[in-house]
């Protein structure tokens, strides 16, 4: 069936670093979505990538859509602590529209 | 209201009991899912209700699970005969879903947090 890979699954990063997540679906997607979840929270929409190659920055988040809107990445430049939490792409289900999510990639500054 | 409100936040029960859960979603948001998201792990899909189509049930993993929305209001997620594998968190999330397969951004409730002893 249709799926949503998300890599790597866990990310540690000095404080300053880069991360980066990435997500493969299997079929090509009309948009993805990016959310992130705080420790002890929920997940809360960052943003919706919809044409073909896009490329959307919030900040230091840059989010970019493939030229086969089959793959995404989010790349934070020089991480802060409140970049700390779990990162998850999603795109629609051909049939019904509902959302397909990744794995999730969990950021975790090194003390 | 402004946002997915979900009840109860937290709820204990004894296994072998039943258990439901609610969830009030954004008005006018047509779609809604619900969730379960065990400690440290992603989101496992239940169930997805979108307007009057028949809802897509395919992440229920057992015939103890149930849920029912009514129209385009309150869901409820019904576990019956909980077993302590069924402790975890259950979040609801509502949406529009817009033209050309162009679903909507997910708002999600806090969650219920449900421990089975």
């Known amino acids: 069936g249709q799926q949503v890979m998300q890599i790597p699954q866990y990310q540690h990063v000095q404080e300053g670093e880069d991360f980066t997540t990435y997500c493969n679906s299997s079929?090509?997607?009309?948009?993805i979505q990016w959310y992130k979840q705080r420790p002890g929270g929920h997940p809360v929409f960052l943003i919706q990538l919809v044409k073909s190659g896009e490329v959307k920055k919030q900040k230091r988040l840059t989010f970019q859509f493939g030229e086969a809107k089959k793959n995404s990445s989010l790349h934070i430049t020089a991480t802060q602590t409140t970049d700390v939490g779990t990162y998850f792409c999603a795109g629609p289900k051909d049939s019904n529209y509902q959302l397909i999510w990744g794995a999730g990639t969990k950021l975790i500054i090194k003390p | 209201g402004a946002g997915v409100s979900q009840s109860p936040s937290n709820k204990v029960t004894e296994k072998g009991k039943d258990v439901e859960l609610r969830c009030d979603p954004i008005?006018?948001?047509?779609?809604l899912y619900w969730y379960r998201q065990r400690l440290g792990q992603g989101l496992e899909f239940l169930i997805y209700?979108?307007?009057?189509?028949?809802?897509?049930k395919s992440g229920l993993p057992s015939d103890r699970f149930s849920a029912e929305r009514t129209g385009e209001s309150v869901s409820t997620l019904t576990i019956q005969r909980t077993q302590q594998e069924d402790s975890a968190v259950y979040l609801c999330?509502?949406?529009?879903?817009?033209?050309?397969?162009?679903?909507?951004?997910?708002?999600f409730g806090e969650g219920s947090r449900l421990t089975v002893l």
């Open positions: 008005s006018g948001h047509t779609a």
């Open positions: 999330a509502s949406s529009l879903v817009l033209a050309g397969a162009n679903t909507g951004e997910l708002f």
């Open positions: 209700f979108q307007g009057n189509s028949a809802p897509d």
């Open positions: 079929t090509t997607l009309s948009n």
